[in-house]
Nanobody, 120 residues
Framework: QVQLVESGGGLVQAGGSLRLSCAAS????????MGWYRQAPGKERELVAR???????SYTDPVKGRFTISRDNAKNTVYLQMNDLKPEDTAVYYC??????????????WGQGTQVTVSS
């Protein structure tokens, strides 16, 4: 059984910062790319940032220069540092990870989601 548990969401004023964390646990055999997605009300879920097992990162254009994704492979944890937050960043943020477990081949797993609300 593999689980992704997120933490760190909340309410912040525009210009503020938040740090999201997502820890993978369970019978993990291999942990490949990890990422953060977000879904705002009435919109489709979109990829925000992604990091490979080797540390290569990519970001969607609206967050470049403001968000930083990182990971701690020893802790099977991915982070998203969000600075200079804007009201349009308001969404539910989901962690995603490509994991091969001892009982299943490589596939994507999702966290439960954490709400980020940015007030103007």
């Amino acid at each position: 059984q593999v689980q992704l548990v997120e933490s760190g969401g909340g309410l912040v004023q525009a210009g503020g910062s938040l740090r999201l964390s997502c820890a993978a646990s369970g019978s993990i055999f291999r942990l490949n790319a990890m990422g953060w997605y977000r879904q705002a009300p009435g919109k489709e879920r979109e990829l925000v940032a992604r990091i490979t097992s080797g540390g290569t990162t990519s970001y969607t254009d609206p967050v470049k220069g403001r968000f930083t994704i990182s990971r701690d492979n020893a802790k099977n944890t991915v982070y998203l540092q969000m600075n200079d937050l804007k009201p349009e960043d308001t969404a539910v943020y989901y962690c995603n990870a490509e994991i091969a477990s001892v009982v299943a081949s490589l596939r994507p797993y999702w966290g439960q989601g954490t709400q980020v609300t940015v007030s103007s």
